[in-house]
């Protein structure tokens, strides 16, 4: 899903950070090409073809000038000992990502499972289980971030912090996704005049919140990066149905086949809790609590 918002809205969006998967329109709303070429061998990636469909989207403005991927921040990373996402999936978005070049890192030489790896939580890193987190002594969403901002990410010793917790309302009708999304905001995030940067993070299969409960949201290791660097991070959520069993997201089109572009009902819910925190108007409510504020009194977000 993060490759497909980046494609999607390259105008606003400076770059993705991709944790074992594929290139843009991989599936081509093909569930079978989605679970084989996309995932279980990464052989026969049309990236020419992809390159088409990009070129058809940008002629009907349902996506943004792919010019705009040129110099944007791509991190990507696939584990040695992922037997569920096989590294040439993952290999193929970085050729395709070169293809419009864009400034790409990667990470594929750690033995890590199908897994979001972390410092010290979760499950043995060499697991593909649920909660689908390793503690693998590797900071993912720290290298994600240092690379999207440039080398500017400082680490520090910040810890997450309940109370700068939000819960938002997201778009469910069509969407397949939850009632709410959460928003998390260091204090200085949330004064007046604050404009701290804004980054999005989608959980994987299989880590909804009623897979996993919040650990997606509270355990992944972003909270603490944004406190130590006053980012503002926006966590939407997905959840399982008849037509998505797992809580995917949608990047093979079982909401509509216009799932990789801004007409599709995911990129535009999202779209529209982007929009809401940039301008301030998102109505938040804190964690645990029964007050409800304005965004405008609390959250104000750059988008990066």
Known sequence: MAVQMHVANSASIRGAGVFAAGPYWCSKGDVTTAVTTCMSTGVGVDIEGIKTQISNYERSSYIDNSSNLKGSKVFLFSGS??????RKVVMETENFYKEYSADVKTQFNLYVAHTMP???YGSNCAS?????IGRCNYEGAFYTLSHLFDGKIKSGSAKYNKANLFEVTQDTVGTNMGPKAYVYAPKACQESGANCPLHVVFHGCQQ??????MQYVEKTGYNEVAENNN???LYPQAVASAVNPMGCWDWWGYTTSSFANKNGPQIKAVNKLISGLKSGELALERVGEDTVGRAQDTIKAATE
Request: hydrophobic share 45%.
């Open 81 to 86: 000992a992922d037997k569920i996402v096989n």
């Open 118 to 120: 972390t410092k010290d």
């Open 128 to 132: 593909s289980e649920k909660p689908f």
């Open 208 to 213: 909804t919140i009623a897979d996993i409960d």
């Open 231 to 233: 980012l503002v991070i």
